[in-house]
């Protein structure tokens, strides 16, 4: 029947298209004929021919979405957005003072921009989608060592946890404001390296102190309400490294304790071996002999004591003998 109304259709074609009375009656008689065949008439097959071809499954739902998305509940929805986003962009300029300042290179930013410089090709811009040495901007394992390099040695890179989680942060309220204020901004790729390598010193720094362990807890915090999930790989790493952290820490806070009643001097009473300090000395003569080391090197009493698991009233004692021998 399919291939009956296609030659049905041909056939009306030259009907309308005949300038002639007897070109239209010949044809009018052939799509009688052809009609009949198909068991319809001359208008059952017209009508059919004219009816409207059933969507595909894509062009349905593409249907569907369209009326959702245009429906005047959604379109209210966008609009509300759109005019809290530009309230809130020029909060934004008023706060940065400009808005070309809000998408100014920070000194961290344009460091690495011109350290990165030398790895762009022949007549590449800088935008998001240039690529540097052979890597698109995208993805912290894909980025080459040459870019690895270049962002690490352009600015210090953040010696501890809560240093680093602080230039993460900043950096992140930079690119959400300017998101605020562009909404197709994209971060440049120089800028996504440093954070991809400072996101990993967050996750793989050992926590020197109790700020470094608010810093990381905080790291993770974040992830958890994040509107992304974190790389798994990534998030193992930094829960491995807080555990790390709070055994090593444990055993630093554990040295810090008094001393046993009726022990007359804590040089005498056994303590745990701190992480740092390899094989702790075992005999009262051993701990003065190396925290007389330490004091010569200059270390405060406080971090003599830490190092050695005595208090620092005992490494005062140390120190004053030791200036007194000279």
């Known amino acids: 029947m399919t291939s009956g109304l296609d030659t049905f259709a041909k056939v009306r074609a030259l009907h309308d298209r005949a300038s002639t009375p007897g ?3 010949a044809a009018a008689s052939r799509m009688e004929a052809l009609a009949r065949s198909a068991g319809m008439t001359v208008a059952e097959a017209v009508s059919k021919l004219d009816a409207p071809k059933p969507k595909t499954r894509a062009e349905a739902m593409a249907d569907a979405f369209n009326a959702i998305f ?6 209210a929805e966008r609009a509300e957005r759109d005019r809290q986003r530009l309230k809130k962009a020029a909060d934004l300029v008023a706060e940065y003072g400009s808005e070309q300042a809000i998408f100014a ?4 930013e344009a460091a690495c921009r011109a350290a990165c410089e030398p790895l762009l090709g022949p007549g590449e811009a800088w935008n998001t989608l240039y690529r540097l040495d052979g890597w698109d901007g995208y993805g912290r394992r894909s980025m ?10 352009a600015w210090p890179l953040p010696s ?3 240093a680093a989680w602080a230039e993460y942060q900043a950096f992140d309220k930079l690119i959400t404001d300017r998101y605020v204020v562009d909404y197709y901004f994209n971060p440049h790729a120089y800028s996504s390296a440093r954070q ?6 967050i996750n793989n720094l050992p926590a020197a102190d109790l700020c470094d362990i608010k810093a990381r807890v905080a790291w993770l915090d974040y992830w958890a309400h994040s509107e992304i999930e974190q790389d798994v790989d990534d998030a193992k790493l930094a829960l491995a490294s807080l555990r790390s952290d709070i055994e090593r820490l444990s055993v630093q806070f554990g040295q810090a304790q008094p001393a046993p009643e009726g022990a007359s001097d804590d040089l005498d009473t056994p303590k745990p071996q701190a992480v740092q300090t390899g094989q702790r000395p075992t005999t009262r003569a051993e701990r003065r002999a190396a925290a007389a080391a330490l004091i010569s ?12 698991g005595i208090s620092p009233t005992t490494v005062g004692a ?4 030791q200036q007194g021998a000279t």
């Open 160 to 162: 501890t946890v809560a």
């Open 105 to 108: 290179d920070t000194e961290i």
């Open 23 to 25: 070109e239209k009656a």
């Open 318 to 321: 140390i120190r004053r003998a």
């Open 196 to 201: 991809y390598v400072v996101e990993e010193r």
């Open 70 to 75: 245009n429906s005047p509940e959604a379109l």
């Open 297 to 308: 090197e200059g270390l405060t009493d406080r971090e003599v004591a830490r190092r050695l």
């Open 144 to 153: 080459p060592a040459s870019v690895r390099a270049a962002v690490s040695q």
